[in-house]
């Protein structure tokens, strides 16, 4: 039986149309799956930045601040002061060629030279003290070791014109006169005072006005009476009212409140 050409021209037409759905739910499918894709690779929310912000400020806050017990923590952290602390003494001697940077300190009475990174200090100490109508001065600051052997020498001399002889009169020399090497005036920070009418340099100073501003006053400057009354036993030197030494301030002002000696204070 022979097919009309109308039945298959609606047959025609239906899987033409059949073909252009089908096509349609293709690209259908491409766009949602491009539209997928766009939401799924889309920024973080700008909430989330200022929490990596606040992260980022917190490790450049932890960078800059300076660790506990380093030197920009703190004045007296770590070991900035050390050189001021130094101990020498007859069982602490310094090398034969030991040389500090030295300049000239003091005022119009007098200049000695001294350790420069003290002078400062030392000039500060005097000009306070005369300020307040006294005439403090300095008698004596840095020596030679060379020089210091002379003045044991001759302290020894005088120990053996006393009746002492050979090492008595070497140990009784050295309980007034520092061994070569052992002076803290070899290293730079020792200043022996007095005043215009008193250079002599010996317990007589301890009764002058000047003494007791110093005994009162120094420490607030880094220096400290050395060889205290009474501490013989310790510092292994008679009484000198008129040695100071300096030592920074930090170690001064808790010498000074605890009334210690330099040893004492170092563990010595």
């Not at 917190?58 to 602390?85: F, I, R, V, Y």
């Not at 005097?126 to 001065?137: I, K, R």
């Not at 002379?150 to 061994?179: C, D, I, P, Y």
């Amino acid at each position: 039986m022979k097919k009309s050409r109308k039945s298959g021209y609606r047959r025609r037409t239906v899987r033409n149309r059949a073909a252009l759905l089908a096509a349609g739910c293709a690209v259908v499918a491409a766009l949602s799956g491009l539209l997928l894709l766009g939401i799924s690779q889309k920024p973080a929310p700008a909430m989330a930045a200022p929490a990596a912000s606040a992260a980022s400020a917190q490790q450049a806050e932890s960078q800059a601040a300076p660790p506990a017990g380093s030197e920009a923590a703190g004045e007296n952290a770590g070991t900035a002061d050390d050189w001021a602390l130094r101990l020498v003494d007859k069982d602490h001697l310094l090398p034969a060629d030991f040389a500090p940077d030295v300049v000239e300190a003091g005022n119009s009475y007098k200049h000695v030279e001294f350790d420069r990174r003290a002078a400062g200090a030392l000039e500060e100490l005097l000009d306070a003290c005369n300020a307040e109508g006294y005439e403090l001065m300095v008698c004596s600051g840095y020596r030679t070791i060379a020089y210091q052997e002379g003045l044991f020498e001759k302290q020894v001399r005088k120990q053996e014109n006393l009746g002492l002889s050979g090492e008595e009169a070497v140990a009784a020399a050295a309980t007034v006169v520092e061994v070569p090497g052992g002076s803290e005036h070899n290293l730079g920070l020792a200043v022996d005072f007095g005043t215009p009418d008193n250079q002599l340099v010996d317990e007589s100073f301890d009764d002058e006005p000047e003494s007791a501003w110093l005994k009162a006053n120094a420490w607030k400057y880094g220096f400290i009476l050395r060889y205290p009354q009474g501490a013989e036993d310790v510092t292994g030197i008679t009484y000198e009212p008129w040695h100071y030494r300096y030592v920074g301030l930090a170690a001064a002002k808790e010498i000074y409140d605890r009334q210690l000696t330099l040893e004492e204070y170092l563990g010595e």
